[in-house]
């Protein structure tokens, strides 16, 4: 069996080295596809195939808030909702309400936002953890007054604390205060990132601390920003968690009519909250491509265009699975392809391979559509891939089209947060930021400078509802609810939004002057359609305001979804008092926003040390960020499409040629009888283009049909649109005449008599 063995690779050696052209085409084919396979799966691995890394994670569910008036909608919880529900089912074993938090750390160095949470003791019950050092939270760390105690993520405390193990009892200075570090998480540890792609992962945790506060220091039951995970008891199964939840909250909203009108809950696993949408997605992607070096370098190029579009917190590499899936990939393709030459050589006639007859055997014309089924079927998938590349691409081109209101170019940004301890008045507060933007200002290079509570498309919101008090009030399922923004007078000139009525906001709109605002076009729409909103008085927090001025929309949370309503208040009158300690500052510049970073941190440092600054990046990265989904589909989808049209390209030519040498002598006995070389080249490309043009009506079809799959992810492109559905089919057609002439025209120039005495 070796002695074989021997033989035959010493054979298939030789035979490639007789053809070296052949042999690095087949080799490159295979390296192409497989290694792009093999980079997309190991995408698909790491999102979707792998487990997450808790204790039976199957039983761990996310809370979700549902409307029965929006049957798509799945969103945040109440507090008070989520936690009455917690205590009551008894379809969960452990549950936790969770909510993004972000202090400033002080002491022990630079002054440092950081990206938390804020969590139930129970937190990391649910997902049946245990700490790397120290311990979690204790029952009664959850109450007002003792829940100053905070869990330390491993990568943080490596990073900041250099893996000190004393750190355990030690006090560090959050937001002013003092916090106990009782644990650190371990290493494995992956929090789930609940509150979304728009805040970084959990450097610490603390108890959320609410029990034995007052109800009016509480959220409110009509404040829905939390979320919620709990362990689902052995033997219960999901449906019955569903029924549940829909039962308790549909008593919630009998007891608490007013707050909870159409709101209920749902669960659904935590894996699925987790990816999303982005699952579909990658599936797509897997399926569009279905070379170790090639699959390196394919993956590292995935992961950095992928943005925000990669939902969990994972290292995407080509580890042992990924390779083993590629190995399987290469003999999988390897035994396809070598499986139907060697079915047709054993039911073929060996008496008439041996002699002259065997040219225009039965074998020979049943290898012949065995290349040109091949051809047709490679055809039919590239074109769906083109089309599928050229729907998502002239989606990106009209969605980076898309005004979003505002313009991005030299606008740096940066977030800060006062802590009350340092700044226990709103009025404080507000004075700090007035001071810090006229500092910014008089920079050289500045060309303004202003404060807004949230930035466009990072991600966040807060919205809160508004009535005319001249008509009449709408059921509450028809209020409007309308982005809040509390701005700087000189907002709407450093983000270049443009006034279309009335007048902006100004100096004159201090705390003492009547309350005013600012809304969009939208927003006007919505409570006054089809009249001037200027003069007219606005119910808003139990208070009423003078509309002064309307500006043109902004895009909110995505560059895809239509412009929310906005409402704009000055910061000096602090209608929305929250909205005073944590601001977003953006800096217009005459060059690089970049380059003045340092210049503003020493500025901030100048009026308080032990402010810092967090987030810095211009507004151009946070509109690409924005658009990271989008691009990700289809720099991949084009890629593959791309890789799938040189395939076809590849195919088409080795077929032709195959068929040219196999026709050889019939060739030369037409040029010989005076042929021209025309007529030649237009017979073989007639032949080679047969099942091409067979594979592009077949791919068309399908396209037709499976472009719809694509509906959910395209903007302001229809899946069957006339441009793709007619360039693509056309241009693959051109490639396929360029692949056969190669071929065609090398048959032409061959002398007849030397073919036909060589055959």
């Not at 004075?431 to 006229?438: T, V």
């Not at 649109?721 to 071929?743: G, H, K, R």
Request: net charge neutral; glycine share 8%.
């Amino acid at each position: 069996m070796l002695d074989d063995l021997r033989f035959e690779v010493r054979h298939a050696i030789r035979s490639l080295a007789r053809r070296p052209g052949f042999s690095l085409l087949a080799g490159a084919t295979f390296a192409l596809g497989i290694g792009a396979t093999t980079a997309m799966f190991g995408v698909v691995d790491a999102v979707l195939l792998r487990d997450l890394p808790y204790e039976s994670p199957d039983r761990i569910v996310r809370l979700m808030g549902t409307r029965r008036d929006d049957v798509n909608f799945q969103g945040t919880l109440s507090y008070l909702n989520s936690s009455d529900v917690l205590a009551t089912a008894t379809s969960f074993e452990v549950g936790a309400a969770y909510d993004e938090w972000q202090p400033n750390l002080t002491g022990g160095g630079d002054p440092e936002r950081l990206d938390a949470a804020q969590v139930n003791v129970e937190f990391f019950r649910v997902f049946g953890v245990s700490p790397a050092l120290g311990r979690f939270f204790l029952p009664d760390e959850d109450v007002d007054g003792r829940d100053r105690v905070v869990v330390l993520s491993w990568g943080f405390w490596q990073r900041r604390f250099g893996g000190d193990p004393a750190i355990v009892g030690r006090a560090i200075t959050l937001n002013g205060n003092p916090h106990v570090v009782v644990g650190v998480a371990p290493r494995d540890f992956e929090d789930p990132r609940l509150s979304g792609s728009a805040w970084g992962t959990p450097m610490l945790w603390r108890p959320l601390g609410y029990d034995g506060v007052s109800p009016d220091r509480q959220p409110s039951r009509g404040s829905s920003s939390f979320v919620a995970v709990a362990r689902l008891n052995p033997g219960v199964t999901l449906e019955r968690a569903r029924a549940e939840l829909a039962a308790l909250s549909s008593g919630l909203e009998q007891q608490y009519a007013a707050e909870n009108e159409n709101v209920g809950m749902t669960a659904v696993s935590l894996g699925d909250a987790i990816v999303g949408d982005s699952g579909s997605s990658l599936w797509l992607l897997l399926g569009a491509v279905g070379g170790i070096a090639l699959a390196l370098a394919a993956t590292r190029t995935m992961t950095g265009l992928a943005g925000g579009f990669i939902p969990r917190d994972v290292t995407i590499a080509v580890n042992v699975p990924v390779l083993g899936f590629a190995v399987l990939v290469t003999l999988f393709a390897g035994l396809v392809c070598s499986a139907a030459p060697a079915l047709v050589a054993v039911h073929s006639d060996p008496r008439a391979a041996l002699g002259e007859a065997s040219r225009g055997s039965t074998a020979g014309r049943r290898s012949s559509r065995l290349r040109r089924g091949l051809v047709t079927a490679e055809t039919a998938l590239a074109l769906l891939l083109l089309i599928g590349a050229g729907l998502v691409g002239r989606s990106l081109w009209k969605l980076m089209g898309v005004d979003i209101g505002i313009d991005p170019a030299n606008l740096l940004t940066f977030e800060m947060a006062l802590p009350s301890s340092s700044y226990p008045e709103d009025a404080s507060a507000v004075r700090f930021y007035e001071q810090l933007l006229a500092r910014i200002q008089a920079l050289p290079g500045v060309s303004s400078a202003a404060s807004v509570n949230i930035v466009p498309l990072s991600g966040s919101f807060d919205c809160s509802t508004v009535t005319a008090p001249e008509r009449p009030d709408p059921p509450e399922d028809q209020r409007v609810c309308p982005q809040t923004r509390t701005i700087s007078p000189s907002w709407f000139a450093t983000a270049g939004i443009a006034p279309r009525d009335g007048r902006l906001l100004d100096d004159r709109d201090r705390f003492d002057a009547p309350l005013v605002v600012v809304i969009t076009e939208s927003l006007e729409r919505s409570l006054w359609p089809g009249q001037n909103a200027v003069g007219r008085r606005i119910s808003l927090r139990d208070t009423v305001a003078e509309v002064v001025g309307v500006v043109a929309n902004v895009k909110h949370v995505s560059i895809e979804e239509p412009s929310p309503p906005l409402l704009y208040s000055p910061l000096a009158q602090r209608l929305y008092p929250w909205h005073t300690r944590r601001l977003t500052l953006l800096v217009h510049t005459a060059s690089d926003p970049v380059q003045l970073a340092p210049v503003i941190r020493r500025e901030v440092a100048r009026l308080d040390p032990l402010l810092p600054l967090a987030n810095v990046r211009t507004m151009e990265q946070i509109v690409s960020r924005a658009a990271s989904a989008p691009r990700f589909r289809t720099a991949l989808l084009s890629a593959f499409a791309g890789l799938a049209l040189l395939l076809a390209a590849i195919g088409i030519y080795g077929v032709i040629s195959c068929s040219v040498s196999g026709r050889s002598r019939e060739l030369a006995i037409r040029a010989a009888l005076g042929a021209r070389a025309s007529s030649l080249i237009r017979l073989v490309l007639e032949e080679g283009l047969a099942p091409v043009t067979l594979g592009l009506a077949i791919g068309l079809l399908s396209a037709f049909a499976l472009s719809r799959v694509l509906a959910a992810v395209l903007f302001a492109v229809t899946p069957t649109d006339p441009v793709v559905f007619a360039t693509v089919p056309a241009c693959l057609f051109l490639v396929a005449v360029l692949a056969s002439l190669a071929p065609a025209r090398r048959a032409t120039r061959a002398d007849p008599m030397c073919v036909l005495r060589e055959t």
